[in-house]
């Protein structure tokens, strides 16, 4: 009896394998799982974006619960983003820290947050990637979350919208403060 | 007056002047050229050894912008600042293994093209040649089967008279 269905153990290998690869076609394959999790923010020191006198450094970020956002202004994705980051100022719900990425003309930042407003409590530009690849960014948006002890807990790749914020980012900043 | 200098085709052997010429063009053509990179002359290093070693490590990381790229072959932004990068720490002495565990720090081992044989890989790497293994024996067991089957023992006394008696040739 079991020797006559040895003939349908292929098709059961194939069947297993049709699944595996059907549930890997639903995985986006941008959103990588970050190895820097619960990995100390690496030591930077950005100039500042024109028309600001404080660049960004990783010491501004001690002492509190911060996101970190990279942003460009040739990022489409970021504008999307961007009335919720205002939000987050408005109500002061996080303090939020920008790196402008490699912007093709320096004075593009200023003037797209000159356009649609500023959400930064401080911004470091960022034109030859040297502290996107140091972030492990493959793309923007994307927001770190990272505690008072400046360590990486969270990453969001792509725009951070209200649903991301009150499902993951907002409930994770609650429990690091208390923490 | 006479012809001094011969026309070409009179310098090939018959079988490539009949089109085999155009072939052999291309194929001089496709051997002389490499395929496209993507590195750009004001990234080069001026040291050929170190330039050498940076196209190699370059080769074997994924560009993360267009993910079947190396970044030696990739014209994303990105590709091209850690192509720069890879050049500056090689130039600050890094070893080349140095340079892909910082990029592999940063974006995990997905970075490689070829993935590191460790634990959570061994799946990857090991199955082909487990498959291969199991096929082979698979293949083996069958044969030894057929071949047992296709010779029966020899028929025993009994049988060769019950044979002799049922095809009527009995008194043997």
């Known amino acids: ?179 | 007056m006479r012809r001094i200098i011969p026309r070409a085709s009179a310098l090939l052997s018959p079988p490539l002047r009949r089109g085999g010429f155009l072939s052999l063009l291309f194929a001089v053509l496709f051997a002389i050229s490499s395929s496209a990179y993507a590195v750009e002359p004001d990234e080069v290093l001026k040291d050929p050894a170190l330039e050498a070693r940076a196209r190699a490590i370059s080769q074997e990381l994924r560009c993360l912008v267009c993910q079947n790229q190396s970044i030696d072959d990739s014209d994303a932004d990105l590709a091209r600042d850690l192509r720069v990068l890879v050049r500056e720490r090689l130039q600050a002495g890094d070893g080349d293994e140095a340079v892909l565990d910082y990029v592999v720090s940063r974006y995990g081992d997905f970075v490689l093209l070829k993935p590191p044989f460790k634990a959570t890989t061994y799946v990857l790497w090991l199955a082909p040649a487990f498959i291969l293994i199991v096929g082979a024996l698979a293949i083996v067991l069958f044969f030894r089967r057929r071949a047992g089957i296709s010779e029966p023992a020899p028929l025993t006394p009994e049988e060769r008279r019950r044979l002799a008696r049922l095809t009527g040739e009995e008194g043997t």
């Open chain 1, 1 to 179: 009896m079991i020797r006559r269905l040895l003939f349908l153990v292929p098709l059961a290998v194939f069947a297993v394998l049709v699944a595996y690869f059907a549930l890997g076609l639903t995985k986006d394959p941008r959103k990588l799982d970050s190895v820097l999790i619960n990995q100390p923010f690496p030591e930077l020191k950005l100039a500042a974006i024109e028309g600001r006198k404080e660049g960004f450094s990783t010491a501004d970020l001690r002492g509190q619960v911060t996101l970190v956002n990279i942003w460009g202004s040739w990022c489409a994705a970021c504008r999307i983003e961007h009335p919720f980051l205002m939000q987050l100022k408005e109500k002061n719900l996080v303090p939020v820290y920008g790196i402008d990425w490699r912007e093709k003309d320096p004075r593009d930042g200023p003037e797209w947050l000159k356009r649609f407003g500023d959400p930064y409590q401080r911004i470091g530009v960022d034109p030859e990637s040297k502290a996107a690849i140091a972030l492990g960014v493959t793309g923007a948006p994307e927001t770190f979350v990272v505690d008072r002890n400046a360590v990486i807990r969270y990453k969001v790749v792509g725009p951070l919208v209200p649903e991301v914020w009150d499902q993951t980012v907002g409930p994770l900043v609650e429990r690091l403060r208390k923490g």
